[in-house]
């Protein structure tokens, strides 16, 4: 039960929280007994009871804190139980029959009515419940909104079946404001006065005492644990032990109470903290949910994000170009997040995933310390890393007012997402199997995002399978896009740089090492050479097209001497072409083929992960003579012209 108290506690440091709303239709973090619901119509109200206005409400001011009780933030079936305070039509309205035909349509009315006048002849009832009470006493609220234009009456005197949001109006959600004179809040659902009385009320309410294995205390507990933890219409629960004829406890336990019993508070706000912690802060896959937060509410790094934006932020555009800048950016950003978090600071990681509708289980779940937490995250952004160009970040707006992005280059971990989305690719657009390309690849995405979580919090080995499947993608330029396979290089290389460092503890740059004598980088090396030959003769003619070492990527890490004799005798003509350039090249591909042993030369070994690392270090070297030589061109141009 250590998640429960971790979360509890969490609520507890974080009260301030409790009850604020923002206009980013974020879950706030809500009082116990309360929840949340999208209202259609606002009711204004005066302090004596009395109707003064009403109005539809627009989607982004809907979302409603509503008092609830243990059956009411679950209800289901055709006789659902009310709400305290805010309802639907058919509950709140006294008139609901006189113009809605509706079976039993004044039996939902009377037991609102009952538990609202319940509460209100309590000791905790605050005035502008009462004064709620008193207008719904007078049973004309659907008379006032259809005078008031808010809902539209049919020519037989009844609610016209008018869509209402996703609803017809019959079903429309009323909240309530009440204007006191004196009082700076109206909103019954902003009031934590309102809250406070409420919760007071049914707390007074709770009669079943038992000893909660959270507190330690005898305390009222509670069987009905609160749903909705991922996202409004979330029916799986973490705690329930509702099923007595199957074998959810049968056979290890007589009854349910054997298993376990949590205080109703301490439920509460356990469940509200890890709703609003989700909303917040979460990663979601569809049912998949990861959240890392301090018990505190201190700002930590986003563990499934890239280093740009979990580290360092988006918004500090500021690109490094060495592992050395690199290394000290880092250093900064980790102390930036070490002022928030001491020692004894406590960092909760939980992954949750439900296997059935029902049922919420956590697949991953730790504790740390701010320091331990700082240190395991630092590990994986400063031994995953390569340098990316396929990050886009926003760059204004364009002529017709549109927001622009543009592409930066980045040092750093890629985000597991992206790892996982280059392992097993993209489905393709327009593919009649396109449904179920997008149902694996959101399992395999799952997959690969709990497999990740231990090599990011725990420390442990990056899986060899995952690094196999990104270099044999990476080995095949032809069946991508341009810019998938400049991303798929890239992140390749950072899995290759990781994967090397966890099993042999081998360190290798980003920079092109030319002293590097490893078969498979030189081997890598050569293919970079016969691509830039062939894509050099190729642009001097205006061809645009793909180059026989991509073409044939695959087959040269398979078969390296092989296919670098397929290649030389095609890069014969290419050679001829460019001249004094061809001449130049022929020269560095002869002095690196002299590198390799001849008896490793001619091997029939395929080669090693590390082809991939001396491919992009010397196909970017080739890359950085361009844009020097385009840059002097253009500087060329600008001094004649001035």
């Known amino acids: 039960m250590s998640w429960i108290h971790k979360l509890y506690n969490t609520y507890q440091n974080c009260r301030s929280e409790v009850g604020i709303t923002g206009s980013d239709e974020k879950t706030p973090l809500l009082p116990i007994a309360h929840s949340t619901q999208n209202a259609q119509i606002e009711v204004i109200l005066n302090g004596g009871g009395n109707f003064l206005r009403a109005k539809m409400l627009e989607k982004e001011e809907a979302v409603t804190i509503i008092p609830v009780t243990e059956d009411s933030a679950t209800r289901s079936g055709t006789k659902p139980p009310p709400h305290p305070l805010c309802d639907k039509l058919q509950y709140v309205a006294g008139d609901y029959s006189n113009y809605v035909e509706k079976k ?9 009515m009952e538990q609202l006048e319940n509460w209100c002849d309590s000791p905790y009832c605050n005035n502008k419940v009462k004064a709620v009470l008193t207008y719904l006493q007078k049973k004309t609220l659907i008379s006032d909104l259809i005078e008031q234009k808010v809902l539209v009456g049919d020519s037989n005197g009844t609610l016209s079946k008018v869509k209402l949001g996703a609803g017809n109006q019959s079903d429309a959600f009323i909240r309530f404001k009440v204007e006191i004179s004196g009082e700076d809040e109206s909103a019954v659902w902003l009031d934590k006065d309102v809250y406070n009385s409420y919760i007071k009320y049914y707390l007074s309410l709770q009669q079943d005492v038992k000893l909660c294995y959270v507190q330690g205390d005898k305390i009222p507990c509670s069987e009905k644990h609160p749903a909705k933890v991922r996202n409004t219409g979330d029916k799986a629960k973490l705690i329930s032990a509702n099923d007595a004829t199957g074998f959810t406890y049968r056979g290890r336990f007589v009854d349910k109470d054997q298993v376990v019993s949590v205080g109703y508070e301490t439920s509460q706000k356990s469940h509200n903290a890890l709703r609003w912690l989700i909303d917040k802060q979460g990663y979601k896959n ?29 918004e500090e555009m500021a690109i490094v170009s060495t592992e050395k800048e690199f290394a000290k950016r880092l250093n900064k950003a980790i102390a930036g997040y070490g002022c928030d978090l001491d020692t004894k600071a406590e960092i909760v990681i939980m992954g949750l995933d439900a296997a059935t509708t029902g049922r919420l289980s956590i697949t991953y779940y730790r504790e740390l310390d701010g320091t331990d937490f700082l240190n395991r995250i630092k590990h994986w952004h400063s031994t995953c890393i390569w340098q990316h160009s396929y990050k886009t970040v926003p760059d204004g707006l364009d002529e017709k007012g549109k927001e622009k992005f543009k592409v930066i280059s980045f040092i750093g971990a890629p985000s597991p997402k992206d790892i996982a989305t280059i392992g097993f690719g993209s489905p393709r657009e327009n593919s009649k199997t396109q449904k179920k390309q997008l149902e694996l690849k959101d399992t395999l995405l799952k997959a690969t995002i709990e497999r990740l979580l231990p090599c990011i919090i725990d420390g442990a080995k990056l899986p060899y399978d995952l690094v196999n499947l990104a270099v044999n993608r ?47 980088y030189i081997f890598g090396r050569l293919l970079a050479i016969a691509q830039e030959i062939e894509e050099y003769a190729l642009y001097t003619t205006n061809e645009k097209r793909a180059t026989n070492a991509e073409r044939l990527m695959h087959q040269f890490k398979l078969h390296p001497y092989k296919t670098w004799g397929i290649l030389t005798d095609k890069l014969r003509p290419y050679i001829i072409r460019l001249g004094a350039k061809g001449a130049d090249l022929t020269e560095l591909m002869t002095g690196v083929n002299s590198m390799i042993p001849y008896e490793e030369f001619i091997s029939q070994k395929k080669l090693d992960d590390s082809y991939i690392l001396g491919y992009y270090c010397q196909r970017q070297v080739f890359i950085e003579e361009k844009k020097k030589r385009i840059e002097e061109s253009a500087k060329k141009k600008l001094e004649k012209i001035n």
């Open 104 to 112: 039993n349509g004044e039996e939902f009315y009377k037991k609102y």
């Open 286 to 314: 569809g049912d998949q949910v990861v959240v890392a937060w301090g018990t505190k509410n201190q700002t930590i790094p986003e563990i499934l994000e890239d280093t740009q934006g979990g580290i360092f932020g988006e």
């Open 474 to 520: 990476a080995s095949s330029p032809v069946s991508m896009e341009k810019w998938e396979w400049e991303k798929a290089l890239t992140i390749t290389c950072a899995l290759v740089r990781k994967y090397k460092y966890d099993k042999f503890k081998e360190v290798w740059e980003m920079a092109l090492d030319e002293n590097q004598k490893d078969r498979s």
